[in-house]
């Protein structure tokens, strides 16, 4: 059975940083692309990053561009999200999502496998 475990949130000031991690278990994580998405409370999720694959760069949400990264660790099995420079409005449930397939990501692509979420909330 695959399970996607994530943690990393909390709470931090404005500017500041934090860096998720996103273990899948069961599979090799090189079996999947990993992408990251947010919710906050009476939103609908956002895409935040779409990784990219086959030396395609990742494709980040503008809201995000030059302060989120990705970073795959497929010894430990493990995807991360670092977040610099975070903003209140950066304050959202966060969740990875895994993807057999390499080509489509949201909206189009099909996730086969969810992280339980992590909150990150961002003060001011």
């Known amino acids: 059975q695959v399970r996607l475990v994530q943690s990393g949130g909390g709470l931090v000031q404005a500017g500041g940083s934090l860096r998720l991690s996103c273990v899948v278990s069961g599979r090799t994580l090189s079996s999947y692309a990993m992408d990251w998405f947010r919710q906050a409370p009476g939103e609908e999720r956002e895409l935040v990053a779409a990784s990219g694959w086959s030396g395609e760069p990742t494709n980040y949400a503008d809201s995000v561009k030059g302060r989120f990264t990705t970073s795959r660790g497929n010894a430990k099995n493990t995807a991360y999200l670092q977040m610099n420079s975070l903003k209140p409005t950066d304050t959202a449930a966060y969740y990875c999502?895994?993807?057999?397939?390499?080509?489509?990501?949201?909206?189009?692509?099909?996730?086969?496998?969810w992280g339980q979420g992590t909150q990150v909330t961002v003060s001011s």
């Open positions: 999502a895994a993807r057999i397939d390499k080509d489509n990501y949201y909206p189009t692509g099909v996730y086969d496998y």
